[in-house]
T-cell receptor
Framework: KQEVTQIPAALSVPEGENLVLNCSFT??????LQWFRQDPGKGLTSLLL?????REQTSGRLNASLDKSSGRSTLYIAASQPGDSATYLC????????????FGKGTTLSVSS | DGGITQSPKYLFRKEGQNVTLSCEQN?????MYWYRQDPGQGLRLIYY???????QKGDIAEGYSVSREKKESFPLTVTSAQKNPTAFYLC???????????????FGNGTRLTVT
């Protein structure tokens, strides 16, 4: 059974730091992996979608990498800002129709000014 | 602006009552989903629908029901049979439909249901 783990569960950093959030999954047979951001009491906002054939995706200060063989993905945030404070979730998509997403429990990031 | 609208934002009900959560999207997406989020747990899939008039059970469908009569609407009913209904409910949609999932999942802002 596919399991997705995100470590650490919480992270506090000062403004300006570069940081890495980790996501690991137990079964490498995935179709895509998606990173989301969730603000308190809100829904999820899609940040990056990496297809299984890709190694990384970039959007602004965010860069996500995927290593299927080792069951790992990382989300790199450059020059962190207080506005980056949120919970970051990763999800692996395990079927072709895209209806089966397995979510991690998230990493809650706090960036202090 | 295109997006997903969930209403209401907060909902309070007495135990034993059925309640329906609304989800509307104007993204012209084929696929729609309902997730439940509990503190300290990942999102869990309740139901999903790939096309109009068709839907499938997710991992935790017991005590819930859905309908998909229109492409843009996917309401979720929490019935009295759901033993622990208090949670944050999230609706999502994607352009995937029956095709490979190369498009990201889009979420609404959620409905927080409290049952006492």
């Amino acid at each position: 059974k596919q399991e997705v783990t995100q470590i650490p569960a919480a992270l506090s950093v000062p403004e300006g730091e570069n940081l890495v959030l980790n996501c690991s999954f137990t079964d490498s047979a995935i179709y895509n992996l998606q990173w989301f951001r969730q603000d308190p009491g809100k829904g999820l906002t899609s940040l990056l979608l990496i297809q299984s054939s890709q190694r990384e995706q970039t959007s602004g200060r965010l860069n996500a990498s995927l290593d299927k063989s080792s069951g790992r993905s990382t989300l790199y945030i450059a020059a962190s800002q207080p506005g980056d404070s949120a919970t970051y979730l990763c999800a692996v998509i395990i079927n072709q129709a895209g209806t089966a997403l397995i979510f991690g429990k998230g990493t809650t990031l706090s960036v202090s000014s | 602006d295109g997006g997903i609208t969930q209403s209401p934002k907060y909902l309070f009900r007495k135990e034993g009552q059925n309640v329906t959560l609304s989800c509307e999207q104007n993204l012209n997406h084929d696929a729609m989903y309902w997730y439940r989020q509990d503190p300290g747990q990942g999102l869990r899939l309740i139901y999903y629908s790939q096309i109009v008039n068709d839907f499938q059970k997710g991992d935790i469908a017991e005590g819930y029901s859905v309908s998909r009569e229109k492409k843009e609407s996917f309401p979720l009913t929490v019935t009295s049979a759901q033993k622990n209904p208090t949670a944050f409910y999230l609706c999502a949609s994607s352009d995937g439909g029956l095709q490979p999932p190369n498009s990201p999942l889009h979420f609404g802002n959620g409905t927080r249901l409290t049952v006492t």
